[in-house]
């Protein structure tokens, strides 16, 4: 009997042990965008729940932004290229703008995977541009609910085998 009542708590134990905690990765870039009026801010913040690892483009538009500012009318738009580009010859590149107009900036490998701030190759890219790629790593709320089941349960049953103790005086 003893055995039963310490399996709940400890398969809840387990299963709270093994969830894995969900990351996200938010991708902040900040540009100047060509114009005929000279060069212009742009940017967006875009948060998704793991790298844009693309194969080979990763398209994003509209409401798939936190925040997008792009010079001109129309949706902005960014779409995450990995691979050797051809003109460059680096492995990524954000292809940034708006429904008329789109300006590519070139980032050194692994870019859209590391961590930190990443500076675009102002030789090849449309102009000065920086990506900067953040995780956070925060529990999924099945982890918090089960460990509070968990603590629940151990709880209930220190109460239950002090309140035992006390009757059998």
């Not at 990765?25 to 114009?35: H, I």
């Not at 940017?43 to 194969?55: A, I, K, Q, R, Y």
Request: aromatic letters at 12%.
């Amino acid at each position: 009997m003893r055995r039963a009542k310490l399996a709940v708590p400890v398969c809840l134990l387990l299963a709270a042990a093994m969830a894995a905690p969900a990351a996200s990765v938010t991708y902040s870039f900040q540009a100047e965008v060509p114009s005929n009026s000279g060069p212009m801010p742009g940017s967006f913040e875009l948060m998704v729940p793991d790298f844009v690892t693309g194969s080979p483009m990763s398209q994003f538009t509209g409401t798939d932004f936190t925040s997008c500012s792009a010079p001109g009318t129309g949706t902005c738009t960014a779409e995450f290229y990995v691979g050797p580009s051809p003109i460059s010859g680096l492995a990524n590149d954000v292809g940034f703008g708006n429904d008329v107009c789109c300006f590519i900036y070139f980032f050194p490998d692994s870019s859209f995977t590391s961590p930190g701030t990443h500076t675009a190759d102002p030789f090849h890219s449309a102009g000065n541009a920086t990506l900067t790629v953040r995780v956070s790593d925060a529990p999924e709320p099945s982890t918090l609910g089960l460990a509070v089941v968990y603590l629940t349960l151990v709880a209930f049953g220190l109460w239950n085998r002090r309140s035992r103790k006390r009757l059998t005086f």
